[in-house]
Each structure stands twice: as structure tokens, then as C-alpha cells.
């Protein structure tokens, strides 16, 4: 049987009340910290051209993360979408649309505590985007750059290990934060996200496919040659 306060909360987004104040800090300065960081990455980048992109995915994000989709023991998950957002932005600017879709989340949906805003927007947003976005792409170039096959082996395993890593970190600052021990924090968040990663990645590489066949140009690394077959 799961701690009381696991079997209420086995989602990623965290609630008030569920971190010490030390971690919320932290994880605020850490989350602050790379936000302030990308919005000066993405001015000297000069990515005017992604700017209705940026509001095309965040809104897409916004809405695939309304939608839950079931898994076994009767929970379920729902897109992150930290690795889609990086591969067609970039890291930079889809952590800044990960960080909007949070704070709207929280302030308007109450998804997610508005004192652990700083732990969500790391795990879920900054994780998956930096981490998903550098694993899709040093996968990707492996096995081919301009194939399609190449961008989906790519884009699934990131797409799910993004997840799954996610929830160990969460896992981590729940333990940390005393609010359950570490050893069923972590088995609880890990072994349910290790399937809702599954739904991630299928998600993610549905939408990327779609993309590739239709609008290349639109994916941050464009292959030179779009593949359609």
C-alpha cells in the first residue's frame, strides 16, 4: 500500500504543503535562475521567426496536458511535452514555453502549488526540454540526422527518459522534504512513470512524425533532407 500521501498525489505536478522550504528554495532558484537564462538566450538569438511557434506549442502542450490517458492500478498520466517543445524550439525557448504552461496551470487551474511552482517548473519543464532536447538530438545525429527513423528512435527514448527521470527527481525532493521516506517516494513516482513514459514518447513522436512529413522547416535541427517515406 502506497504512503497516504503517495496514493493521493502519484502525479508529477506537486501541490502545496509537500516540500520543505529548503527544497522549494532551491528548486525556485534554480527554475528563476534558467528562465532568466533562456530569455537571454533566446534575445541574442534573435528567434523572432519562433515567437508563433512558441505560442502555437505552448497552447498545443496546454491542451494535450488536459487530457489523461489511464494506465494500470487506477491512476493515469499525461503529456509533459519538455521534449516535443525543445525539438521544435530548441532548449532555450521551450523552457520558456514549459515555464508559461506551469505558471498557468497553477494560477489558473490550481495544477500544482504556487510555492512549489519552482520544483514543477524544474522537473517537468526544464528536465525534459534541456535533457530531452540534447539526449533527441545526440541520438538522432547518431542514427541519422535527415531520416525519419533516426529523429523517431531519437525522440521516444528521450521523450520517455525525460519522464522517468522527472519522477525521480520529484521523488527525491518529496524524500528530502521528509513529507514520505525516500525509499517508497521513489518506487511509487518510478515504477508508475516508467508506463506513463511510454504514453509520453508515443505522444511526442505522433506529433514530431506529423511535422516531419508535413512542415520540417518548423523542427529546430530542420533535416537537410526531409525523408518521406
Known sequence: MFHPALSIHLAMHIPDGFLSLPVSLVTWAIAIALIALALVKVQAESQERAVPLMGVCAAFIFATQMI????????????????????????????????????????????????????????????GTFGGYYLYRSIRFLFGRNTWYGMSIGVAIASWTSVVLASILCALELGFSETVPLAVAFVAMVSWHLIIGIGEALITLAALSFIWRTRPDLLYDRPLVAENE
Open 68 to 127: 489523461n490517458f489511464p494506465i494500470p492500478g487506477g491512476t493515469s498520466g499525461h503529456l509533459l511535452g519538455g521534449t516535443l517543445a525543445g525539438a521544435l524550439l530548441g532548449p532555450w525557448a521551450g523552457s520558456l514555453v514549459m515555464a508559461v504552461v506551469f505558471i498557468v496551470q497553477s494560477v489558473m487551474f490550481q495544477d500544482g502549488g504556487l510555492t512549489v511552482l519552482g520544483a514543477n517548473v524544474v522537473n517537468m519543464g526544464l528536465i
